[in-house]
């Protein structure tokens, strides 16, 4: 058994089923995620151990980069393999290292799934997400013009991130809505009511930032010491906390480095007890 395979699985909608512990695929590009990675062979390489791991959810976006990331998945993986589930997402733009703007316009929407079909080389995105809610654009405009998408077959199942319980509603009352992508992790859980309505309705919940253990995993803290109890790191700690937090948890590290990426896949096993849960719930 893969080591990916202790995390369980979750089903996207009524036909995905992955594993519980994704990839972000985020951070194999440069500074600031901002152009190529500084050496290409590695990035790839970490990629295709995603894969090799067992790994069957990779997420990414077309800002990453901007492009770079896609692209750098399809030449690592495609053809891709039997399984293999590539969530990107559409909604923001780049205008330099470090700088995102959102842009929900339904026209740029459409403009940006098309240049990930044809970044990642496909005909039809498995998981497309709607990356932020913009400001200047009505809601629902943005949500429309993703049903849109999916329903010209461009898109199998749609997502949203950074959302609000409101936000959320207001996306499912105009599209059928798989899975939520919001920022969640030991020091962070401003989004805990999103995640019992995905849990109540079986949404995927994909917590962005999760090993942002923060000062949790200072030396003599409680991830520290629990860590420590396990011989294993505060970010796995961090890991298992988020997959024992939810059964509809599915969390997207994100790194450039391939040693780095079995330590995570490895937090797949680390089974923490209700009181080591316990303690790390009351630790914020
Ligand atoms: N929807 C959104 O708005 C949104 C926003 C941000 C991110 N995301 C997605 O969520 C994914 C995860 O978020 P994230 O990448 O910001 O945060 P993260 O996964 O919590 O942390 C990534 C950072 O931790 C480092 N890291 C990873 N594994 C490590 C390990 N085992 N030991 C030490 N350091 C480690 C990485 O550096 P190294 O490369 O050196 O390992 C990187 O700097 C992203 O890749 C992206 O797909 C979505």
Redesign the pocket.
Known sequence: MSAVAASGTLTLGDDLEVHRLG??????TGDGVWGPPADRDVAVAVVRRVVELGVNL????DS?GPRV?EQLIAEALHPYPDGLVIAT?GG?QRSGPGQ?SRNGRPEHLRTACEGSLRDLRTDRIDLY?L??PDPDVPYAESVGAMKELQDEGKIHHVGV??VSVEQLDEARSIVDVVSV???F?LSDRSSAEVLAVCERDGLGF???????AGDLARPGGVVAEIAQAHDA?P??V?LAWLLARSPVML???????A??????IAAAGLELDDEELERLDDAV
């Not at 990779?58 to 976006?61: H, L, N, R």
């Not at 969390?251 to 450039?256: C, Q, R, S």
């Open positions: 990839f972000g695929a985020m951070r194999i990779i997420d990414t976006a990453y990331s997402k923001l995102w997400q990356h932020a991130s950074n992508q919001n920022r992790n994909f917590p962005w930032f999760p090993l942002a790191t970010g796995q961090a969390p997207i590290p994100g790194t450039g480095s040693e780095h990426l079995e330590e995570n």
